[in-house]
């Protein structure tokens, strides 16, 4: 069974404009992560957040974590067309077994 | 240095059948993970390997056992294919299966289609 879900599940923007996605889990974790995948590709690993973090950056990546509400979200700046794909957030409650939501499918139009 | 592969690419068997999948992990990692994702879902963890032995394992039936070889690379075997079973199946990579903090890395996936 899924953790928790992802929010749109499918988002549309134009080049240039911002995506914002977002992610609720069900259990306590110790960590976060947000993955992206090309046309039922593998995964990349984008970003990890732990739970005593509240957000991260990675170049043009931000990402929230707040556990009091069980939720994340992940926010892509200034997005190009290559930023196509499906985005999935995942939790680990103990040893490393992944625990993925949905995912987001996210549409940049040139 | 070569990331996570998986072979073979794509594969097409019939409802009954047995399909073995293999999974070599990155240079220096010593954790396997296996996951199954159907089209248009999240991945589902299936099981881990770690020293030869199996982990974890996720709610998926015995048809679906595992090995891991001293080198590190594993195998996925499926029994008695079902329809069902159709799906990207995803080998994951990791260093030292209880520490949670670590990233894992992705293979590209064996799509399996059974007929």
């Known amino acids: 069974s899924q953790q928790g879900e992802e929010d749109p599940q499918a988002l549309s923007i134009q080049e240039g404009e911002n995506a914002t996605m977002n992610c609720s889990y069900k259990?306590?974790?110790?960590?976060l992560q947000w993955y992206r995948q090309n046309s039922g590709r593998g995964l990349v690993h984008l970003i990890l957040?732990?739970?005593?973090?509240r957000e991260k950056h990675s170049g043009r990546l931000r990402v929230t974590l707040d556990t009091s509400k069980k939720s994340s979200s992940l926010l892509i700046t200034a997005s190009r067309a290559a930023d196509t794909a499906s985005y999935f957030c995942a939790t680990i409650g103990g040893a490393q077994k992944l625990v993925f939501g949905q995912g987001t499918r996210l549409t940049i139009n040139p | 240095d070569a990331g996570v592969t998986q072979s073979p690419t794509h594969l097409i068997k019939t409802r009954g059948q047995q399909v073995t999948l293999r999974c070599s992990p990155k240079s220096g990692h010593d954790t396997v993970s296996w996951y199954q994702q159907a089209l248009g879902q999240g991945p589902q963890f299936i099981f881990q390997?770690?020293?030869?032995?199996?982990?974890q394992r996720g709610n998926f039936p015995d048809r679906f056992s595992g090995h891991q070889f001293p080198n590190y690379s594993s195998e996925l075997n499926v029994n008695a294919l079902l329809l069902g079973d159709s799906a990207l199946y995803l080998c994951a990579s990791s260093l030292g299966w209880t520490r949670s903090t670590d990233t894992q890395y992705f293979g590209p996936g064996t799509r399996l289609t059974v007929l």
């Open positions: 259990t306590s974790i110790n960590n």
């Open positions: 957040i732990r739970s005593n973090e």
């Open positions: 390997y770690y020293e030869e032995e199996e982990r």
